[in-house]
Nanobody, 124 residues
Framework: HVQLVESGGGSVQAGGSLRLSCALS????????LGWFRQAPGKEREGVAA???????NYADSVQGRSTISQDKAKNTLFLQMYSLKPEDTAMYYC???????????????????WGQGTQVTVS
């Protein structure tokens, strides 16, 4: 079965950058949706960015222009490069997958059925 493992989180000062990685293992489809989500304490999980198998992308308004989602299919790895980080970006970040995708790839967490364990990002 598919497993997702995030890494790259940490503590950073406001204005800094981070690159999150998500390693995919197990059986994967080339047409899947992959996404990054985050959840701050006391808040609902929200979509940050998503990418389809055709390379189409979708970003939340809150990170548009400050983040780039990308995928290295050869290495089965998903990335989220974040720039100009703000304290409100502080959250647990999760990657997720679904084997059916649309255009643009969905940002709502309910679309995704395979999740990683998360990596913490703290911006101060």
């Amino acid at each position: 079965h598919v497993q997702l493992v995030e890494s790259g989180g940490g503590s950073v000062q406001a204005g800094g950058s981070l690159r999150l990685s998500c390693a995919l293992s197990g059986y994967t489809y080339s047409r899947n949706c992959l996404g990054w989500f985050r959840q701050a304490p006391g808040k609902e999980r929200e979509g940050v960015a998503a990418i389809g198998g055709d390379g189409s992308t979708n970003y939340a308004d809150s990170v548009q222009g400050r983040s780039t989602i990308s995928q290295d299919k050869a290495k089965n790895t998903l990335f989220l490069q974040m720039y100009s980080l703000k304290p409100e970006d502080t959250a647990m970040y999760y990657c997720a997958a679904h084997f059916v995708c649309f255009r643009p790839p969905p940002l709502h967490p309910s679309h995704y059925n395979v999740w990683g364990q998360g990596t913490q990002v703290t911006v101060s």
